[in-house]
């Protein structure tokens, strides 16, 4: 009788706050061909002769501002997560991060010593896309066929509209929003626009339109943009929100990104007359620098300082009970199938 387990992969975080463990976790994140999707020459010149010669110490001021005593808020939530999850689920849970620790290849050994045979990966992204969602599966995949082939693997698919995950995120925000008063904006992490072309199955959907995303088809599974607008309008129609306007943040260099860009909208908003806002991130599970920092304390200014008077950044998933039932119910689907599947192999 096989063994199964569940492995939830999150982005990552610096070991510390200090400029070596900054570098070290950039230079990590950033030689990733799914992120930084250049020819490898190419991007180790832009990464280590322009990126990492300066950024370092720009980043590690912005994680000592967010930094606990327990350390970086990405990582601890996510622990707490799991040990939640643990205490609701009969097989054994793993966390790790893609990027930095606890390391991918940690997890599974602990798991392969655990007896697990059935490896279901859940990855804490809700959205598809290759920066985040496709680089951990792929990591997870490499790892699994060097350390433990002998594991099948089973991926849990974007859940960018199911009804647990959107029940959560409601929840969630039902007490930090007046749904009378209070302009809702919803902050996704943005991509590069070459990006959503890559991932597009179909070689001539994704922005070849301006209602693209509205047409549903065969682009949908790979294309992040679309999603997130499912996300806001599953959001929209289940909480009655009245005013609201999607952004994406956290844009890198001078190439295209989806538009519009959070920094210019928080700026619009206040000009235009928006005084109440609130800031929700639905493609983040777990509170980290782009929403506590990015969000919470600079785009707090952008708005303020634009002319809004009321700002507050609505907190992640993070443990929220609604949450920790969602992914229970991910598990429960995946203790229940099948174990026919091929090693290392994805239902399709």
Not at 174 to 179: E, F, K, N
Request: charged share 25%; net charge positive.
């Amino acid at each position: 009788m096989s063994a199964k387990g569940v492995l939830l992969v999150n982005l990552g975080s610096p070991d510390s706050p200090s400029v070596p463990d900054v570098r070290r976790y950039l230079r990590a994140f950033l030689m990733d061909g799914r992120v930084l999707d250049a020819p490898w020459p190419i991007r180790f010149l832009v990464v280590h002769g322009l990126i990492l010669p300066f950024r370092p110490k720009q980043s590690a001021e912005a994680y000592h501002t967010i930094w606990t005593p327990e350390g970086s808020p990405l990582v601890v939530i996510s622990r707490k997560v799991q040990s939640a999850l643990q205490a609701r689920v009969s097989v054994p849970v793993e966390l790790a991060m893609r990027y930095q620790n606890p390391s991918i290849e940690t997890a599974i050994e602990v798991l392969s010593r655990r007896g697990v045979t059935e490896l279901h990966l859940i990855p804490l992204f809700p959205h598809f896309a290759m920066s985040s969602y496709e680089t951990a599966v792929e990591r997870v995949r490499a790892v699994l066929a060097r350390r433990a082939p002998h594991v099948r693997l089973t991926v849990e698919p974007p859940y960018f509209d199911r009804e647990d995950y959107v029940a959560a995120l409601v929840d969630s925000a039902r007490d930090h929003l007046d749904y009378e008063q209070d302009h809702l904006l919803f902050s996704f992490h943005g991509i590069p626009e070459r990006h959503l072309r890559k991932s597009d199955p179909t070689g001539g959907h994704c922005l070849q339109s301006p209602d693209c995303c509205r047409q549903g088809g065969p682009a949908l599974a790979t294309c992040y943009r679309a999603q997130c607008f499912r996300t806001v309008d599953a959001f929209v129609r289940k909480a009655a929100v009245i005013r609201y306007s999607v952004s994406f943040q956290s844009r890198l260099g001078r190439d295209p990104w989806l538009k519009p860009y959070t920094d210019l909208e928080l700026e619009r908003l206040a000009r235009e007359g928006v005084r109440r806002l609130r800031v929700i991130c639905p493609a983040f599970v777990s509170d980290c620098l782009e929403t506590i920092e990015e969000i919470g304390i600079r785009g707090r200014e952008t708005f303020l300082s634009a002319g809004g008077t009321d700002f507050a950044l609505i907190p992640c998933l993070n443990e929220h009970p609604s949450w920790i039932h969602a992914l229970e119910n991910m598990v429960a689907r995946f203790t229940r199938s099948s174990s026919a599947l091929a090693p290392n192999a994805s239902p399709s």
